[in-house]
């Protein structure tokens, strides 16, 4: 269980440093600075979390995710030209993080059984993936992004185009 939850919490890190990225591109300048500092952050600590197994620095990590939280909230507030459905969302997948960081010294080390980790990382990635993906879509960068389900290809006169 302990692993699960290791991972799920560099999951929902991974998330939220690609959402704070993202929203970074079209942000208005003060704001570009704090968003691209806080999702390079995260992407690092939650991979480096993945390699090593643990999370590095837990009560850092913590006071990180805090300070994210409360730095950003009043230029989501404040700021236009920030997206606050995508720093809802991200702010939602770092409050998940420093849940899932405060509950890590009260688990007990027990036998991993693969199963189990494996329903518990995929469980945490899709909720991750459940929130990420439409807050991601929600910036400027998603906006830019080609619409899904299209590829360049152009149907023939009369075609389908499959």
Do not use: D, K, N
């Not at 991979?47 to 995710?65: C, I, K």
């Not at 009043?74 to 236009?80: D, F, I, T």
């Amino acid at each position: 269980m302990r692993a699960a939850l290791h991972a799920c919490t560099a999951i929902a890190a991974l998330g939220a440093g690609i959402v704070h990225l993202g929203a970074a591109v079209g942000a208005p300048v003060p704001a570009v600075a704090a968003l691209v500092i806080l999702g390079a952050a995260e992407l690092g600590w939650a991979l480096a979390a993945l390699r090593l197994g643990r999370p590095p620095a837990p009560r850092a990590a913590l006071a990180v995710a805090v300070i994210g939280l409360l730095a950003l909230a009043p230029l989501a507030l404040g700021e236009a030209g920030l997206h606050v459905g995508a720093l809802l969302g991200a702010a939602s997948l770092q409050l998940l993080a420093a849940v899932l960081l405060a509950l890590r010294p009260r688990l007990r080390e027990s036998p991993e059984r693969p199963v189990r980790y494996l329903v518990g990382v995929l469980a945490g990635a899709l909720l991750v993936g459940a929130v990420a993906t439409p807050s991601l879509a929600a910036t400027a960068a998603g906006g830019a992004a080609v619409p899904h389900g299209e590829h360049g290809v152009e149907a023939p006169a009369g075609g389908h185009g499959h």
